[in-house]
């Protein structure tokens, strides 16, 4: 069955960095685009980066875009999401999701900037 298993959340400082990684299996990962989205607490779901199914095309929202890089590495089945300048405002929980339809999630890993 298609799992996603995200990781590398947790408290960091205003300016600092973290990578967040998503491990996935159960599906064939080197065909799927590959988003990342976030849900502040009272908030609703922000969509955050995509990466293309073999890595050379990412997209990101405007809030992010200067500060986050997402990259994948398809013999290993994960993709991540490295996040430099992190704000206040980007504390959440962060998702990773298969496909550009979004049709499986992982758990989630909460990032705290404090």
């Known amino acids: 069955h298609v799992q996603l298993v995200e990781s590398g959340g947790g408290l960091v400082q205003p300016g600092g960095s973290l990578t967040l990684s998503c491990a996935a299996s159960g599906f064939t990962f080197s065909t799927y685009y590959m988003p990342w989205i976030r849900q502040a607490p009272g908030t609703v779901l922000e969509w955050v980066s995509t990466?293309?199914?073999?890595?050379?095309?990412?997209y990101s929202a405007d809030s992010v875009k200067a500060r986050f890089t997402v990259f994948r590495d398809n013999a290993k089945n994960t993709v991540s999401l490295r996040m430099n300048s992190l704000k206040s405002e980007d504390t959440a929980v962060y998702y990773c999701?298969?496909?550009?339809?979004?049709?499986?999630w992982g758990q989630g890993t909460q990032v705290t900037v404090s």
């Open positions: 990466i293309s199914n073999d890595g050379p095309n990412t």
């Open positions: 999701a298969t496909g550009t339809d979004m049709a499986t």
